[in-house]
Nanobody, 125 residues
């Protein structure tokens, strides 16, 4: 089993920054692909960014490309999402997730095996 705990969410003004962290326990994350997803009220959960187990390969949704950066520290069993130039449309609950298949940069929520409880990000205009 893997337990994932997100932190770092909060309220920020348009143009501001936040850094989300996802700490894992139970198993070593270094073999797993990791992803950040978000879900706004009334909308489906969507992929934000994905990182390979090695950290070498990444994927970003077009809506966040150039503003968000995903990274991981396997020694600390932690994944990060640096969010800059935040916009009101970034408001959502952000979830981190782990997938154990080892497949390359999976993007669908249904591909992921473990989920955190989520952290709220609110961007005011």
């Amino acid at each position: 089993q893997v337990q994932l705990v997100e932190s770092g969410g909060g309220l920020v003004q348009t143009g501001g920054s936040l850094r989300l962290s996802c700490a894992a326990s139970g198993r070593i994350l270094s073999r797993y692909g990791m992803g950040w997803f978000r879900q706004a009220p009334g909308k489906e959960r969507e992929v934000v960014s994905v990182i390979s187990w090695s950290g070498v390969n990444t994927y970003y949704a077009d809506s966040v490309k150039g503003r968000f950066t995903i990274s991981r520290d396997n020694a600390k069993n932690t994944v990060y999402l640096q969010m800059n130039s935040l916009k009101p449309e970034d408001t959502a609950i952000y979830y981190c997730a782990a997938e154990t298949s080892g497949s390359y940069l999976r993007r669908r929520p249904t591909d992921y095996d473990y989920w955190g409880q989520g952290t709220q990000v609110t961007v005011s205009s």
